[in-house]
């Protein structure tokens, strides 16, 4: 056998080592690093945007972590990621991760186009309108909640816009549904006639909007601003963390929205007035009056009822009374008013209606002066706080309208009127008020059943419900119609309203009750 040389022995030793140590390396490699796939990333449309893998490479293994991220063009907004396989941890974030699937993929970045909104207010100066969901520009068929606010002399009228439909556009809170189409929304608003602008019942208003001390808003076009209020404690306290709140309780004993004062005050600008009058609900605290600069605190409207606050007669009459609870009604100033406020602890206030150079009721019958129980027949006449009153026949609301004269007035004590103290119960007869003219008349009912007539100045009216003559012109006096308490097939009272020259006037009804008639002469 033939011997190698110990030194080429050692060569060939040396050289089959190297070639096992790179063979070991390689299949180290191959193991450590798998099999490489390609990534490709696009946007659709490819104008919506850029869509990148922020790491910058193009093969990846698979179950690799990949950062991505897209970036919409001008007038697109990123929608969400998709691909045919592989995984993303959010695939609707513009900014994510993508796991890398065991084969090449195309990762798409999906945009869609959106459209813009500018809101604009007519005129100008008449209020704001407000995109209230902020986004500016959005898909067609989104839903865009926007807001108007009228500023003083002016009130809300509607919304108009050259494409997209609204929820409704006489609210001055409503949605827009985005047109396919860039679109100017317009809120449009109207010069108030302040005169004819009578009752504030807040229905303009942002329901659930909170006003702190220091703010001020609109109403129908009358600016309220929120003031500090005075606790009923030994000191006097004055605070001022309070809040005004636009609710739909109905708590004051309205309809619709009214508002919640929680220890603040509520300043009526735009005096002087005559007179006025809102309804209320207190359930708990004490009360603030302010009326030409004199301060009342006190803890029940009945306390200041027949009062004189700052110049100005006070009257309140109270419908509904759940003891220990709460107890609602009406607060009526007489006189020339240049500065009201009112504010309470747990108070709810509506339809603050006032009298700018209107007519003021200077006296009432309240038939307090009357026999309890004391019925009249058709023909009597009686007399109550000096006024005579005739009772006279009836029209029933059958198909001949037929007059009946056997019906009674009695004097009630049950306060189905929604007045105190006594009332007049008118059960098929009409009843004749004497001593007109007078400018205006205003009166308490309760209706509890039947048809009603009313007579104004030689023109007649048979009707069912006090709410058919709302608004009415009735002799060429014009009638208004406020409704307190509705108890659904039971009763419902309110109040009954003619301003104009009233030369004669009557009521009735069938299950009718009359209180406070108040006349002006």
Not at 2 to 20: D, E, H, L, N
Not at 86 to 114: I, K, L, R, W, Y
Not at 259 to 279: E, K, M, R, T, Y
Not at 388 to 409: N, P
Request: hydrophobic content about 40%; glycine content about 12%; aromatic content about 10%.
């Amino acid at each position: 056998m033939k011997r190698i040389p110990k030194s080429r022995r050692y060569s060939y030793m040396a050289r089959a080592g190297v070639i096992m140590v790179a063979v070991a390396v390689v299949s180290l490699l191959v193991v450590a690093c798998g099999d490489l796939y390609s990534l490709v990333i696009v946007a659709n449309p490819s104008v919506g945007g850029n869509a990148t893998a922020v790491t910058g490479q193009t093969m990846y293994t698979a179950g690799s972590q990949v950062t991505i991220q897209a970036v919409a063009a001008e007038g697109y907004r990123f929608v969400n990621w998709t691909a045919p396989a592989g995984s993303f941890v959010d695939a609707n974030s513009a900014s994510t991760q993508f796991t890398m699937p065991e084969e090449n993929v195309t990762v798409t970045a999906n945009f869609v186009v959106t459209y813009a909104v500018t809101m604009t207010a007519n005129p100008p100066t008449g209020g704001s309108a407000t995109d209230v969901t902020g986004q500016t520009r959005y898909v067609a068929g989104a839903q865009v909640t926007i807001e108007a606010v009228s500023y003083y002399g002016h009130k809300f009228v509607n919304w108009t816009a050259q494409a997209g439909s609204f929820a409704d556009a006489d609210s001055s809170t409503t949605q827009l549904t985005m047109p396919a189409q860039d679109v100017t929304v317009t809120a449009n608003f109207a010069e108030c006639d302040l005169a004819s602008e009578i009752c504030i019942d807040f229905e303009d208003l942002v329901l659930n909007t909170d006003y702190s001390v220091g703010f001020a808003f609109i109403a129908s076009c009358v600016q309220i601003d929120v003031e500090g209020f005075q606790l009923d404690d030994p000191d006097e306290t004055w605070v001022y963390d309070g809040f005004a709140r636009v609710s739909g309780d109905q708590n004051a004993g309205g309809s619709g929205q009214d508002i919640q004062v929680a220890n603040v005050n509520l300043w009526f600008h735009g005096g002087p007035w005559d007179c006025l009058s809102l309804l209320f609900g207190h359930s708990g605290g004490n009360l603030n009056i302010e009326v030409n600069g004199q301060l009342r605190n006190f803890s029940d409207f009945r306390e200041i009822d027949g009062e004189t606050i700052g110049g100005v007669e006070v009257s309140v009459v109270v419908f509904v009374d759940v003891p220990h609870r709460y107890y609602q009604g009406m607060l009526v100033l007489s006189g020339t008013i240049n500065h009201f406020a009112i504010g309470g602890g747990e108070l709810w206030i509506d339809n603050a209606c006032l009298c700018m150079g209107g007519c003021v009721p200077a006296f009432c019958v309240d038939f307090e002066d009357l026999v309890l129980n004391t019925d009249y027949s058709v023909g009597n006449q009686f007399w109550a706080s000096g006024v005579q009153i005739d009772v006279e026949g009836f029209q029933l609301d059958d198909t001949d309208e037929t007059w009946v004269d056997d019906g009674f007035a009695r004097v009630s004590g049950d306060q189905s009127a929604g007045g105190s103290g006594k009332d007049i119960e008118a059960n098929n007869v009409n009843l004749r008020f004497h001593g007109g003219p007078w400018d205006c008349l205003s009166l308490l009912f309760g209706d509890w059943g039947g048809n009603l007539n009313i007579e104004v100045n030689g023109h007649f009216r048979n009707f069912c419900d006090f709410r058919e003559i709302d608004g009415e012109t009735i002799g060429g006096v014009e009638v208004s119609v406020a409704v307190f308490v509705d108890v659904p097939h039971s009763c419902y009272q309110g109040m009954l309203f003619l301003s104009g020259t009233i030369n004669s006037f009557a009521i009735g009804g069938q299950e009718l009750f009359v209180d406070n008639v108040c006349l002006d002469q």
